[in-house]
């Protein structure tokens, strides 16, 4: 059998999940699910989502994937071989390859908009929202989101270390600094103070059954689980890899560059007088006007959009990894074949939801356009699921005391806080959490 391929550097494997977990789902999906929702409740409940549920449910992907040393589907067939726990992976590859279909349209429209904002400056800044609007409606988005796919495309071909890690590693810092950047901007705009509050005052009667579902699945879907992602990733991970050092670090990073993004959004919001429940398009139409009113606005704000691109990049590439990784596994596929099949998929069914913003804005699938439909489904349904399949499987069938044995093995402290509470959490609090929000979900009790 032919030597499975493995991270070299423990900086570098954090900076892979690292950049797996922020992407996207933290600068433009929190922020405009949280606009949409009203603001601090929403912050709120995501908060707890991601402390209550999404920390054990990443925790029990890791040892999973470290334990089996496989890839999602086949991790389940491994630790559990001759039972129906593979549908476990099963439904997260669905998820995944779902996702794989509508991000590279948002990769798309930030990489489109770090070129717009220098050459059709005047236009974005003149009218932001018609500006967005004719251009994600327009053939341009098409050929971003092809580039965007094919950037992807190119890094995955070059495997694992020389690919991911080596491009991770530089990526993900640079992005920390600008978001940091960007937050003092926008705070010392006048009249920051009310985005500040949208983002932090909670106002409790703004929280719906759909916004905790929301909330739940954007802990999923932000932290990227249920997908069988960072089972993925963790089999590539050496033993001796410190698993809650690790999970400490996603976990902070990932919430931490969330709030920041509010916090580099919502001020310039308020201060500019839009609406922070704009939708899809959040911010796109909000941070171009912000730029403007900074010194060298025309220089920072394509390299923000390079950077929400750099964030999208290092996702996606985690997102097309999982199918990838299944078809090498259990097919036999090799790397070149495997991409071209992921691709083809992509594409086929990718272009559909970059067209949902133009051409296809009528086309409706359950009530709602098709963009909207991959995004809710796979991760308001189909996360949370296989989230729950991984929760009992843990309980009933990999064992809560082998898996917290894998979690601490390689760890430098043997009695770890979260090795304590994980397996409480694991067996009760998630599971029930996960199951309450869906039943509610699906109108099992009122
Ligand atoms: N977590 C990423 C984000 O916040 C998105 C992502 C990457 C993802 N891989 C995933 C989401 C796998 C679900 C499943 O943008």
């Not at 976990?251 to 001020?267: N, Q, R, S, W, Y």
């Not at 992921?342 to 009528?362: E, N």
Request: charged content about 10%; overall charge neutral.
């Amino acid at each position: 059998m032919k030597e499975r391929e493995q991270f070299a550097s423990r900086f570098g494997v954090v900076m892979v999940a690292v950049g797996s977990a922020v992407g996207l789902g933290n600068i433009w999906r929190f922020s405009y699910i949280l606009g949409v929702n009203g603001g601090g409740a929403f912050l709120f409940v995501y908060v707890l989502c991601i402390l209550f549920i999404g920390l054990p449910v990443l925790i029990s992907e890791l040892t999973i994937g470290r334990a089996a040393g496989v890839s999602a589907v086949s991790a389940f067939q491994k630790l559990a071989p001759k039972s129906f726990w593979w549908l476990a992976g099963g439904v997260a590859v669905l998820a995944c390859t779902m996702i794989a279909c509508y991000y590279p349209t948002v990769a798309g429209w930030s990489l489109g908009y770090a070129v717009e904002s220098i050459v059709n400056r005047a236009e974005v800044l003149a009218d932001p929202q018609a500006a967005f609007a004719a251009f994600s409606s327009g053939p341009k988005a098409l050929v971003y989101a092809g580039l965007a796919l094919a950037c992807t495309v190119a890094i995955l071909f070059k495997g694992v270390t020389d690919g991911i890690e080596r491009w991770s590693k530089v990526l993900m810092p640079a992005l920390f600094v600008l978001l940091a950047i960007l937050v003092v901007r926008a705070l010392t705009l006048p009249g920051a103070i009310e985005g500040v509050r949208f983002l932090f005052e909670p106002d409790f009667s703004e929280v719906t059954v759909g916004a905790v579902l929301d909330a739940l699945g954007h802990s999923f879907y932000s932290l990227s689980l249920g997908m069988g992602i960072m089972i993925t990733y963790a089999s590539y991970m050496k033993k001796d890899m410190d698993l809650p050092q690790a999970t400490v670090a996603v976990v902070a990073m990932d919430t931490g560059v969330a709030i920041l993004a509010g916090l580099a959004i919502f001020p310039a919001v308020f201060a500019l007088g839009l609406n922070p429940g704009e939708g899809a398009g959040l911010v796109f139409v909000t941070l171009p006007g912000a730029f403007e009113t900074m010194p060298l606005g025309a220089v920072f704000a394509p390299l923000f959009f390079i950077l929400v691109f750099i964030a999208a990049l290092t996702s996606l590439i985690s997102i097309l990894q999982v199918p990838l990784a299944l078809l090498e596994d259990r097919f036999g596929f090799s790397r070149g074949k495997g991409l071209v099949v992921v691709t083809a998929i992509a594409v086929v069914f990718g272009v559909p939801s970059v067209l949902a913003f133009g051409p296809l804005a009528d086309f409706q699938v359950f009530g709602t356009d098709y963009f909207t439909f991959l995004d809710r489904f796979a991760n308001n349904i189909l996360l949370p699921i296989a989230a729950l399949l991984g929760c009992l499987f843990i309980a009933f069938r990999m064992g809560v005391a082998a898996s917290t044995k894998e979690f601490l093995e390689g760890a430098g402290n043997d009695g770890h806080f979260l090795a304590r509470v994980y397996p409480f959490a694991i067996r009760f609090i998630a599971p029930v959490a996960i199951a309450i929000i869906l039943l509610r979900a699906a109108g099992v009790f009122a």
